[in-house]
């Protein structure tokens, strides 16, 4: 699961706009962990709040999809945009099921340095296969300072942090907490001269992020 979340959320990048790439990802968290975590993690029926709440996460999935199709998102619709909106929905399914199968092993006993020894395999051996060994030792020499900061600070970084926070919370609030990502997307992709705004985009963004974050706070006055 780890792997398809990865691959699908790079290939998805190439072809679809950032800012809905990663809506899709995590507007579908939410609705997925509800049901997979009273599925896998057998915890019941989900409280009415967090059925509402994913739903309406999803329905405005909808809606960038709509963006996406209509050609109102920042960047023109392609041949293979539709593509890279499917592997960024495959994405988030996959990493709301790696949120769920993670907190699984965090019941079971384990810790955030086992889980995060093993959890990379497949896709250590997805990304051997797809590398272009004809450049990497060049790429490599070339930007190598570019590599480390990138693989610092939008993935090891924020892995450690996430796995730590899943073993202290439930999937479903990571998720969410998740879903404020979009609007942060939205403002750093316009450093790319590719895309130009798109108040659609604004707008579905800024949605995903609301409903997220009152969410969030609904979850901390229950616990409360």
Same mark, same amino acid.
């Given at each position: ?8 959320? #790079? ?49 405005? +999935? ?47 006993? #384990? ?17 051997? +296969? ?57 403002? #750093? ?12 985009? #604004? ?22």
């Amino acid at each position: 699961m780890t792997a398809i979340s990865w691959i699908g959320l #790079f290939i998805g990048l190439k072809y679809a706009e950032p800012a809905i790439v990663v809506a899709f990802m995590v507007a579908l968290g939410p609705t997925a962990t509800v049901w997979l975590n009273a599925l896998i993690r057998r915890q019941g029926v989900p409280p009415a709040s967090d059925v509402v709440v994913s739903v309406t996460i999803a329905a405005i +999935g909808c809606y960038m999809i709509w963006i996406s199709a209509s050609g109102n998102a920042g960047m023109e619709w392609g041949t293979r945009s539709s593509f890279g909106i499917v592997l960024a929905i495959v994405a988030g399914l996959s990493l709301a099921l790696t949120n769920i199968l993670v907190k699984l092993l965090f019941d079971r006993g #384990f810790s955030v340095r086992q889980v995060l020894a093993h959890r990379f395999y497949a896709t250590i051996l997805l990304l051997l +296969g797809l590398a272009d060994y004809s450049s990497l030792v060049l790429e490599i020499s070339q930007h190598w300072l570019a590599i480390a900061t990138i693989g610092l600070s939008t993935i090891i970084v924020p892995l450690l942090l996430i796995q730590a926070g899943i073993r202290r919370i439930e999937p479903f609030t990571v998720n969410m907490v998740l879903s404020t990502a979009p609007i942060i997307t939205f403002l #750093f992709q316009y450093c790319d001269s590719r895309i130009v705004p798109s108040s659609h985009t #604004f707008v579905g963004n800024v949605l995903i992020t609301a409903v997220a974050s009152g969410n969030i706070y609904l979850q901390y006055r229950r616990s409360a």
